[in-house]
């Protein structure tokens, strides 16, 4: 029996789906107390007045099982554009039907239509199945860069000692 995949891209009617979807994710990434997103800030960050990401939703025989949630970056190097995946997730019982695959095809379709130079993303060191799965599309990981990151306390003291400006 073949299964009907689709992927298109979110509206602001999705917004509820896509938090729902994104709840999911941060159970299976053991990070439910870090989801403090609303509807109102998935809404203004797909489709306020300046767009920060954008979204597709993945639909396996009619119903949404996944979504990937992506933004333009910039290569100073190579002086293009690329994409940034920062969510891709697929609910478990419609993992293994193509859809992961899916999503990542329509992306990837997008980067080459944006004349992009690349698409990225970042994967938890412990996340095997996900590991395996981008090393069977061709994908490397970067083993030569660590992330870093700034947030809460130390983002508002770093803010807080910018020079005076005349």
Do not use: H
Request: charged share 20%; glycine share 8%; proline share 5%.
């Amino acid at each position: 029996m073949s299964r009907k995949l689709s992927v298109i891209p979110a509206t602001p009617a999705d917004v509820p789906l896509l938090l729902e979807l994104m709840a999911a994710l941060a159970e299976y990434e053991r990070m439910v107390e870090q989801l403090v997103a609303t509807e109102a800030d998935l809404a203004d960050a797909l489709f306020g007045p300046r767009p920060a990401v954008e979204a597709l939703l993945g639909y396996l025989d009619g119903d949404a099982v996944g979504y990937a949630l992506y933004y333009t970056t910039y290569s100073t190097f190579l002086g293009r554009r690329g994409l940034y995946l920062e969510d891709l997730f697929v609910r478990t019982e419609a993992r293994g039907a193509g859809m992961g695959q899916a999503l990542l095809a329509r992306l990837a379709a997008i980067a080459v239509e944006r004349g992009c130079a690349r698409l990225e993303w970042a994967v938890l060191n412990w996340n095997e199945p996900a590991i395996g799965f981008y090393k069977r599309l061709g994908a490397e990981p970067m083993d030569t860069w660590t992330v870093y990151r700034l947030a809460g306390d130390a983002l508002e003291a770093l803010a807080g000692k910018q020079p005076a400006r005349s």
